[in-house]
């Protein structure tokens, strides 16, 4: 046990204390490091911008019209599972949508709403080419859709004569959250 202890060549007390030290540091550090890496970039962020929110009623015609522009500035593609004026469901037959080029006012469809289809082309100066419709729709990152919502006797959201002037709600939701909007209703 003498020679042990007197023993020249072996590390001291201190210095084996202090590399056991350093070392546990940098692995601690190196799994905090792996930990916040795998967390930054695999979880992204979903993000919908919400604009140009419109709800028209034909007092002529007897019927509504909705529009909303949906711009995904999050990091990830977005599916839209439902929409919702003044918090009930619009069917998905009556829900059109379009990808918009040049970002502005959505303007008031004159064209009844059984007229609506893949082959009525976009208003002019906010993109080319028709609407579309599928029951669902998916907004990539980046992205602009102008979705309009259309039906027959008061759909959506069962807007009458008598909403013009009042506030509605239009909601969407997707997977992870809802966004909502609210806009009067106008008279067309």
Sequence with gaps: MKNLLKNRTALSTVVTTLIILVVSVLLAGVVTYFAINVTSTRVQEESLNLAYQHVWYSTGDQWAEAAIMITNTGGRDVVLQKIAVRGQTVASAEVFYFVVTTIGE?????????????????????????????????????????VYMRGSTTAPGSITVNDVGLTVAISIFTAQATYYKETNVNAA
């Design 106 to 146: 959505l303007p008031y469809l004159s064209q009844k709403p059984n007229t609506i289809n893949a082959t009525t082309t976009v208003p002019v100066g906010l993109g080319s080419g028709s609407f579309q419709q599928t029951t669902t729709i998916i907004l990539t990152s980046g992205r602009t859709i102008a």
